[in-house]
RNA sequence: CGGGGUGUAGCGCAGCUUGGUUAGCGCGCUUGACUGGGGGUCAAGAGGUCGCGAGUUCGAAUCUCGCCACCCCGACCA
């Protein structure tokens, strides 16, 4: 059955709503695709619910076809679950966690792998039962520091997550060949949405795992970087992305006498670099200087983190070796004008620490214990407290050249820094080898490529929609999942886990290039809650006539149609149909019903075409296919 | 969590500085008339715990204190 307007809920709003900003979220609200109800959390009406279900569909499709299994997965958690995963902590404050009447605490799913390997270990045994896929799409809940852009980051949600299991990484059955079928259903998922999307090597957070591929629908309200090699061969989230070889040298000679410097009330690169303007009247660039960030984190001890990995040993708890727990330092230093990758410390500190289990910037009161300037800090620091922190600097920074770093005294900078002079020749020989130099940066636009072809990264923008994951055994080891395998072994196995942000397709069909015009939202006809959008002139008489009867042809051809019923001046309704997007419009109008014909228009196009009634449908539905 | 800001009709806002009739305006909504191809015109209406709670005062949307909600910016993350 056609649904007339006037029989559903599509409150349009001439006025943008003063919360939204992008368009999507602005669009949406106007559109009355969604409604909200509090900071991240959205009522889906009919339109919205619409699109949201045939995008749905497409995932469903796709993932039917490459062979995964559809379940359906409790949404409440017991917390012991996230906690033997060590994801509670890992998760931190993005967990809701409820309390039932008993005082016992659960999560509100934000993802399931701690679940769907709960269940698996208590359902398969063998190899043989090796390899499944297993999928649900369903609503998750992050408590988003600050969810923002409506349906973008939102903090109730509707995911698909799907997650596999292998006895192998390669061969026929192994994890690489469901990751291959996810990777390729995702594309085809994208396509039939009608989005435009890169594929970027990305950070796995706080999933885990060994390797990540993200889907990024390119657009300026994204929040995540990516970068593109020019070469065409490389790209990457910036939490990922790895810069190309760059010289460097700790052993230059220095440009100067160290010259400190009064600095009042300038602790950010921007205010040093403000104060020598204005104050000293000298031009200082930010990447003249040296930006110095303390990280803190606790470990493990070696010893003990090597024997625990050695003897598969997962039953040990946290609290039983809190005691022997270690705090360690690391002193990261890049160009001012850089960014340090948080990531990129981690892997490294987890080089030189096995049992590293958190590693953090080290907040006001950590650094205070050390008697470090906040602010003010400067690699020197390292030489105040004997082995106790490690260095690591990044190669733009690991250069003779003219530096400004900080007094390590409140207030004050240094000039004519010299990694040499400074640091390495007041340094014991037996702490020089705690100085590392490694890529610890965020790339940007410009840097080297790692692939070493003189490729050259380019930055743009985008909205994360899917994201696949390598995870390996991390989950089967925690939650104690082993199968049986030919030689009646036990073993763990492999997984992969993949997920798609469902509303985040919407919000991105209208993100995309295209996806809006100053009208309203031009929706891919894969996912329009509507196909076809009928707008009698005034619903009466023979106008009424043709409109009904051309609804009930065209939902006979299998196309969702909306007839706009409302008694409503033209101009109302053409300005409604544009807000709301549907992909084709029927105008039916007195003048060219005397000639027997309807107006069929495209919602991207701005003339319309002039089409014989009887063979209206027909000609609608050829023309819906290539949309 | 830090910094900034906002809460007045369904939506967008004014009024608050300097307390004082019945709290306004535009859009939307209701009724009627005219109208009818890109957000019409006229007329008559309905709609408000001024975010919540205390306080100051003869009197509070307005001043004070506390709380709550929401938005923006940041270290971050789907």
Redesign the pocket.
């Known amino acids: 059955m056609p649904t007339k307007w006037s029989q559903t809920l599509i409150?349009?709003?001439?006025?943008?709503?003063?919360?939204?900003?992008?368009p999507s979220?602005q669009l949406m609200l106007?559109a009355g695709y969604i409604h909200?109800l509090?900071?991240?959390?959205y009522d889906y009406l009919p339109l919205g619910l619409r699109s949201l279900r045939k995008a749905m569909d497409i995932v469903r499709q796709e993932m039917d076809r490459v062979g995964a299994i559809e379940v359906m997965l409790p949404t409440l958690q017991p917390i012991e679950l996230w906690e033997q995963t060590g994801r509670r902590a890992a998760?931190?404050e993005?967990l809701f966690v409820v309390k039932d009447r008993h005082g016992r605490e659960q999560a509100l799913g934000?993802?399931h792998e701690e679940v769907i390997t709960h269940l698996v270990a208590s359902c398969i045994e063998s190899y043989r039962q090796l390899p499944v896929t297993l999928y649900q799409i369903q609503t998750?809940f992050?408590d988003?520091?600050?969810?923002?852009?409506g349906?973008?980051?939102?903090?109730?949600?509707q995911?698909k997550d799907a997650y596999s299991f292998h006895l192998s990484l390669d061969g026929p059955g192994g994890l690489e060949e469901t990751y291959q079928k996810q990777y390729e259903a995702y594309r085809r998922i994208f396509e039939r949405c009608g989005l435009p999307y890169e594929i970027v090597e990305?950070?796995?957070?706080?999933?885990g795992g060994s390797a990540s591929h993200?889907f990024m629908v390119p657009s300026p309200t994204g929040?995540?970087?990516i970068l593109k090699s020019d070469k065409g061969n490389y790209a990457a989230?910036?939490?990922k992305c790895e810069i190309g070889g760059r010289p460097h040298s700790l052993d230059g000679p220095s440009t100067g006498d160290l010259e400190k410097v009064h600095t009042p009330d300038s602790p950010g690169i921007d205010d040093v670099v403000a104060f020598f303007k204005k104050q000293l009247k000298t031009k200082l660039k930010p990447q003249n200087m040296l930006k110095t960030l303390v990280f803190t984190g606790l470990a493990v001890p070696n010893q003990l983190a090597e024997k625990i990995m050695r003897e598969h040993d997962w039953k040990t708890k946290l609290g039983d070796i809190k005691d022997q727990l270690v705090v360690q330092w690391v002193l990261a230093v890049v160009r001012g004008d850089h960014?340090?990758?948080?990531?990129k410390v981690l892997q490294l500190a987890k080089k030189w620490w096995p049992g590293l289990i958190k590693l953090?910037?080290a907040d006001d009161s950590a650094v205070r214990e050390q008697d470090i300037t906040f602010g003010y800090v400067s690699p020197r620091i390292v030489l105040d407290t004997p082995g106790l922190m490690r260095l690591a600097i990044d190669p733009d920074a690991a250069q003779e050249q003219f530096w400004v770093t900080g007094g390590d005294d409140e207030g004050y900078h240094v000039k004519h820094f010299n990694w040499k002079r400074d640091v390495l020749d007041l340094m014991d020989d037996r702490y020089k080898q705690h100085v590392t130099v490694a890529d610890i940066r965020n790339a940007t636009d410009g840097d080297p490529s790692p692939k070493a072809d003189c490729g050259v990264l380019q930055a743009t923008k985008g909205i994360?929609?899917g994201?696949v994951f390598k995870l390996g055994c991390k989950y089967a080891e925690s939650l104690n999942l082993t199968v049986l395998d030919e030689a009646n072994k036990r073993v763990y196995p492999i997984m992969g886990c993949y997920?798609i942000?469902v509303?985040?397709i919407l919000a991105a069909a209208i993100e995309r290039e295209g996806g809006n015009d100053e009208?309203?939202i031009i929706w891919p006809a894969s996912i329009a809650p509507y196909s076809v959008l009928i707008t009698p002139?005034?619903y009466e008489g023979a106008m009424r006539d043709t409109a009904d009867r051309l609804a009930g042809e065209l939902e006979a051809a299998g196309l969702d149609t909306l007839i706009d019923d409302r008694?409503?001046?033209?101009?109302?309704?053409?300005?409604?149909?544009?807000?709301i997007g549907i992909p084709l419009?029927v105008?039916?109008?007195?003048?060219?019903?005397a000639n027997g014909q309807v107006?069929v228009?495209p919602r991207h196009a701005k003339q319309?075409e002039l089409v014989a009634v009887d063979q209206a449908a027909k000609h609608i539905a050829g023309m819906l296919q290539p949309l």
């Open positions: 409150p349009t709003a001439r006025q943008v709503p003063s919360e939204a900003e992008v979220h106007r909200k509090g900071a991240g959390i998760y931190g993005n934000p993802t998750k992050r988003e520091f600050r969810p923002r852009f349906v973008l980051r939102s903090r109730e949600f995911m990305a950070e796995s957070g706080p999933i993200e929040e995540d970087v989230n910036v939490e960014e340090v990758n948080e990531a953090e910037l994360e929609i994201h997920g942000g509303n985040r009208n309203g002139i005034k008694d409503e001046r033209p101009g109302v309704k053409f300005k409604d149909a544009d807000l419009r105008t039916i109008g007195e003048k060219a019903l107006e228009k319309a």
